[in-house]
């Protein structure tokens, strides 16, 4: 292997080190029921009208369990965003993301949580629609993006392909997801996510069928350097009935992916995109390096 690309996986391994601690200190205000926070109106002070009382700063609290108002006074704020984490991870993971997400305007956010205990991802992906349903509902808004880590990604494809959410998605965004499957970590075939995250499983025929009319933009971010996606090209869409937009990460990890900073911003312009007439934005091939 060459200098460069030792150093390169040596830098991505310190810093996937360094997320996962962090990981492990956020876990638990991640356990908290998830909610969908207007996170402009608290800091501009609006959410004292607004709610009628004082509130925390979500962000400051790592998004606490508090139930935000259904609507925004103006209805502004973009369309919905609906983050789904990864296997055995919680909405924590997306605390960076969220502040981004913030000030790029994107007023709500919410992120959808599945028990780590679910033994099927058509499960999760059944869950996440009526949750989507529940958020058209409070916002009034007919459609939603939808960003997805790891398993995440896949589950929110699930939906969007094979349960009609394709009606209800404009762009959905997936990190380092197993679209072909992966062959880490054999030994935890024993879960039965892990087991329909394997190449050639059920769940990922299903996938793999056609999807004609399927209006949904998709974009996938995959990482030359990703340690859980075995081969790294997995996480590359590849599909005739899609709408596919895939995005190369150089210099970063798995576990990197929803924290980075030029990933959040190649997520915002992917978001922007979107905000196009359905079926417009690029597709095909991009680079991202952060190396």
């Given at each position: 292997?060459?200098?460069?690309?030792?150093?390169?996986?040596?830098?991505?391994?310190?810093?996937?080190?360094?997320?996962?601690?962090?990981?492990?200190?956020?876990?638990?205000?991640g356990l908290?029921?998830?909610?969908?926070?207007?996170?402009?109106?608290?800091?501009?002070?609006?959410?004292?009208?607004?709610?009628?009382?004082?509130?925390?700063?979500?962000?400051?609290?790592?998004?606490?369990?508090?139930?935000?108002?259904?609507?925004?006074?103006?209805?502004?704020?973009?369309?919905?965003?609906?983050?789904?984490?990864?296997?055995?991870?919680?909405?924590?993971?997306?605390?960076?993301?969220?502040?981004?997400?913030?000030?790029?305007?994107?007023?709500?956010?919410?992120?959808?949580?599945?028990?780590?205990?679910?033994?099927?991802?058509?499960?999760?992906?059944?869950?996440?629609?009526?949750?989507?349903?529940?958020?058209?509902?409070?916002?009034?808004?007919?459609?939603?993006?939808?960003?997805?880590?790891?398993?995440?990604?896949?589950?929110?494809?699930?939906?969007?392909?094979?349960?009609?959410?394709?009606?209800?998605?404009?762009?959905?965004?997936?990190?380092?997801?197993?679209?072909?499957?992966?062959?880490?970590?054999?030994?935890?075939?024993?879960?039965?996510?892990?087991?329909?995250?394997?190449?050639?499983?059920?769940?990922?025929?299903?996938?793999?069928?056609?999807?004609?009319?399927?209006?949904?933009?998709?974009?996938?971010?995959?990482?030359?350097?990703d340690q859980?996606?075995?081969?790294?090209?997995?996480?590359?869409?590849?599909?005739?009935?899609?709408?596919?937009?895939?995005?190369?990460?150089?210099?970063?990890?798995?576990?990197?992916?929803?924290?980075?900073?030029?990933?959040?911003?190649g997520i915002?312009?992917?978001?922007?995109?979107?905000?196009?007439?359905?079926?417009?934005?690029?597709?095909?091939?991009?680079?991202?390096?952060?190396?």
């Open positions: 292997m060459e200098l460069a690309k030792v150093t390169a996986l040596m830098k991505a391994t310190t810093l996937e080190i360094a997320i996962l601690t962090g990981r492990i200190v956020l876990y638990p205000s908290y029921p998830p909610g969908l926070y207007p996170s402009g109106l608290y800091r501009s002070g609006l959410h004292r009208s607004v709610l009628g009382s004082e509130r925390r700063d979500p962000e400051a609290v790592a998004d606490a369990s508090e139930d935000p108002p259904a609507t925004l006074p103006d209805g502004g704020g973009g369309r919905p965003v609906v983050l789904l984490h990864g296997f055995v991870d919680n909405r924590s993971v997306f605390l960076l993301l969220r502040r981004a997400l913030a000030r790029h305007g994107r007023a709500r956010v919410e992120s959808f949580d599945y028990s780590p205990f679910t033994c099927d991802l058509r499960t999760a992906a059944e869950a996440l629609g009526r949750r989507i349903d529940a958020v058209r509902e409070r916002t009034g808004r007919a459609e939603v993006d939808l960003v997805g880590h790891s398993l995440g990604g896949l589950i929110a494809r699930y939906y969007v392909q094979r349960l009609g959410g394709d009606t209800r998605v404009r762009t959905l965004v997936m990190l380092g997801t197993p679209h072909e499957g992966t062959t880490v970590a054999r030994l935890a075939d024993a879960h039965p996510l892990v087991r329909q995250m394997r190449p050639g499983s059920e769940v990922l025929r299903e996938l793999a069928a056609p999807a004609q009319g399927c209006r949904t933009r998709f974009v996938s971010f995959w990482s030359d350097l859980i996606m075995v081969p790294v090209e997995t996480a590359r869409l590849a599909h005739p009935d899609l709408l596919v937009h895939n995005v190369r990460v150089s210099g970063i990890g798995h576990l990197a992916l929803p924290v980075h900073p030029t990933v959040a911003t915002l312009e992917a978001l922007d995109a979107g905000e196009a007439e359905a079926g417009e934005g690029p597709t095909g091939e991009g680079t991202a390096s952060v190396a």
